[in-house]
């Protein structure tokens, strides 16, 4: 039995347009694929400019408090966040963020929040020390200050490393994900650590 000219052309056909119809659907998953990440990424990074939008200035108040622990650092704070939209940042954060930013942003948030406890109560202590208190008031305050100024000194440290390790790790998202996650599926080596 021989097969006819007309019919081998159409079985020719209806392969082309088979396999023209795959190639078209895989391609139009990948792209989405692709897509649906890079919107994801852009979020991260909106996510991240606003994040150091509020960040900054609060490493910053807190650097200046230590340069000048007399000073008042409860109105340095409020002028550090003013205008931040702290509970829009973190929904973004959770919605958008990775494990790894959200990490960060946690330690770098309980880091500041103990160095501000302790910050607060030297303070506190502090002002016992000048003028205007009884004796006895006065050299306790001035053992409970020399106690704790130790102890603040280690928690800014502190604040300090979690602060330079959420900057790291929100360069790391911004800058070296994409790159990751278009060209390989694993890290890249050729990327700086």
């Known amino acids: 039995m021989q097969i006819a000219p007309v019919i081998t052309t159409l079985i020719g ?14 391609v139009q998953r990948v792209t989405r694929q692709r897509e649906r990440e890079h919107k994801l990424w852009e979020r991260q990074v909106a996510v991240i400019e606003e994040s150091l939008k509020y960040e900054r200035p609060v490493a910053q108040a807190r650097r200046d ?13 409020a002028k550090a966040v003013d205008g931040a939209d702290v509970a829009k940042i973190q929904a973004n954060l959770e919605l958008y963020g990775s494990l790894t930013m959200k990490d960060a942003h946690q330690a770098a948030f309980e ?12 303070q506190h202590w502090n002002k016992r020390t000048g ?8 050299a306790e305050a001035v053992r409970e200050t020399t106690k704790r100024w130790p102890n603040v000194e280690k928690l800014s440290a502190k604040a300090d490393e979690a602060y330079d390790e959420l900057v790291k790790v929100m360069r790391a998202t911004a800058i070296f994900e994409p790159v990751v996650s278009r060209v390989t599926r694993g890290a890249n080596q050729e990327l700086p650590r």
């Open 13 to 26: 056909a209806g392969f082309g347009s088979l396999s023209t119809t795959i190639v078209a659907v895989v």
């Open 65 to 77: 408090a230590m340069r000048s622990p007399d000073s008042d650092v409860m109105d340095s704070m």
């Open 111 to 122: 880091t500041f929040r103990d160095w501000f406890v302790e910050f607060i109560q030297w």
């Open 131 to 138: 003028p205007g208190h009884e004796e006895q008031e006065r």
